[in-house]
């Protein structure tokens, strides 16, 4: 069978495109796409709400890692299931308080780890939870009934904590590999 020019320029093609699927996962490529969609159209897509990253650890040693980093930087931390670990609530600082974060909140941290199955490794997703206000007078008001809220981009500072907490687990996990 004669091969033409054309089909040998088509077969790389698709074997790159294959290629980047396998690597990237399908996941991640609809959410490209749907990216490049909102960018072409001028919308503005929904806040980020979490900060994941890939790492060439296996599920359980990613939680050791990251259980390791959220504890020497003064964290408590719990299991929280067979693949996600919680924090005990914090103060929000002072520092990251404003844009939308009250004074006197507190926050709380949930790091999960699911395998990879066909890239190998797992991927990490740090997630952060601001608390309902203190109910200081609870015996006048009752219980609250009130969510916790995900902490997402439009919380500013915050956020950019949750983002530093997420790249402390992956230079960590990193280190860890080699």
Known sequence: METTRATARVRPRRARRRALFRALGAGALAAAAAGTTAACTGRR???????????RLAADTALRVARTQL??????????????????????PAHLQGDGVPAGRHWMLRVEAQRRALAGGSR????????????????????????AT?????????????????RWIEDAAGRAKR
């Open 45 to 55: 897509g929904p806040a980020e709400s979490s900060f994941e990253t890939s790492v």
């Open 71 to 92: 504890q020497l930087h003064g964290f408590e931390v719990t299991a929280a299931g067979e693949n996600a670990l919680v924090t005990s609530p914090r103060p929000v």
């Open 124 to 147: 990490v997703r740090v997630l952060g939870y601001l608390l309902p206000p203190p109910a200081s007078d609870a015996r006048a008001s009752g219980p609250t009934t009130q969510p």
């Open 150 to 166: 995900l902490v997402t981009s439009d919380n500013g500072p915050l956020f950019g904590e949750l983002r530093t907490v997420g």
